[in-house]
């Protein structure tokens, strides 16, 4: 998959569910004229990835319009055109916080849905019943497919959200009974968890929810669950070791790239290409090359580059994880949890 940032402002930014946001203090770094990625930048990206066969692979999968919140972007119809010559796969994620039907934000997001583009967002109870309960139901009349992010900083959090879910396709129609389904056995789980062990570490939420599907898939609806733990994010715009709700633990994210794979990559309106999802938060040095900027050739010689650094950085991470020296940066520039 690629992410492409089409946009560096959010309407969310640092307020509510938002207060840590990880991408806040990377974005808000680029000049107010520089936010909206414009859809001659998307073409030229458009153009490179073609030339470059680990991307055009990764953009087969899945394209990704992110942010920011890429909704406010006033040329994003014209941008999702674009990106969906490379592939029928295209996605925008929004946070669907828009004040009404008539907003152009929301126009925008239902022509791209009725250019089968897919919309996904992500649940923050503080706006459902006010803004994105009565746009989700037209969502459901637009596309056969969803998913939902659900951010939580304590495991009580995520099953009040499930539970936010579940009232809601519960007034819907017997065509989301799988999604009631798989919603309902995992309220199940987490409602036992939280009996039997409140105070978990990430190991024991891990185990104790082993097996309980996230994704479903029938004939007439597709629907998946990503659930993401909060971070603490300091005034330098770098995030914590710990996820909020298991504060004892690492957090730790494994890097594909030391296994000889890349799977997905992050590229900034700005045309900077990064390792994974690393949005600037993760503050990992190597880099990709610039998109917009760099050749073909240029990229690719700058991602073996990269790669090195990066697996000589993740064995030098697991030494200091085994040697009580987590959470030490290495001189390869690797974020300390990433391994």
Avoid at 52 to 75: D, M
Avoid at 233 to 243: F, L, S
Wanted: aromatic share 8%.
């Amino acid at each position: 998959m690629i992410n492409i940032f089409a946009e560096a402002n959010c309407n969310r930014y640092v307020r509510d569910e938002c207060q840590y946001c990880h991408v806040y203090e990377p974005l808000m770094q680029i000049p107010k004229s520089d936010w909206h990625l414009m859809p001659e930048q998307a073409q030229v990206m458009v153009d490179k990835i073609l030339q470059i066969e680990v991307f055009r692979e990764l953009a087969k999968r899945e394209i990704n319009l992110t942010g920011g919140e890429p909704s406010q972007n006033p040329h994003i119809v014209e941008i999702f055109k674009i990106f969906r010559k490379l592939t029928p796969n295209v996605r925008i994620h929004t946070n669907l916080d828009i004040s009404s039907a008539t907003s152009p934000r929301w126009q925008r997001l239902v022509e791209i849905m009725k250019l089968s583009g897919r919309v996904d967002f992500t649940l923050y109870p503080t706006v459902w019943e006010s803004r994105q309960k009565a746009l989700l139901k037209e969502i459901l009349e637009l596309q056969d497919e969803l998913i939902v992010n659900m951010i939580f900083e304590k495991v009580p959090d995520l099953l009040s959200q499930i539970g936010i879910l579940i009232a809601f396709f519960e007034e819907r129609d017997k065509k989301y009974e799988s999604v009631l389904s798989l919603l309902g056995a995992y309220r199940t789980k987490l409602e036992s968890l939280l009996r039997e062990n409140p105070e978990c570490d990430e190991g024991a939420f891990l185990k104790h929810m082993e097996g309980s599907e996230n994704y479903i898939c029938t004939d007439n609806f597709t629907f998946g669950l990503n659930m993401i733990p909060g971070f603490y994010v300091d005034e330098k715009g770098e995030r914590a070791m710990n996820a909020q709700p298991f504060p004892r633990d690492i957090n730790f994210l494994e890097c594909t790239i030391p296994r000889g794979t890349i799977e997905i990559v992050t590229v900034q309106q700005t045309g900077e290409i990064t390792p994974c999802c690393d949005v600037g938060n993760l503050k990992c040095k190597p880099k990709f090359g610039n998109l917009l900027n760099d050749s073909p050739g240029e990229i690719m010689s700058q991602i073996e580059v990269s790669r090195e650094k990066i697996v000589s950085g993740a064995l030098k991470n697991h030494q200091n994880i085994n040697s009580g020296k987590a959470g030490e940066w290495v001189e390869e520039g690797i974020p300390p949890y990433c391994v």
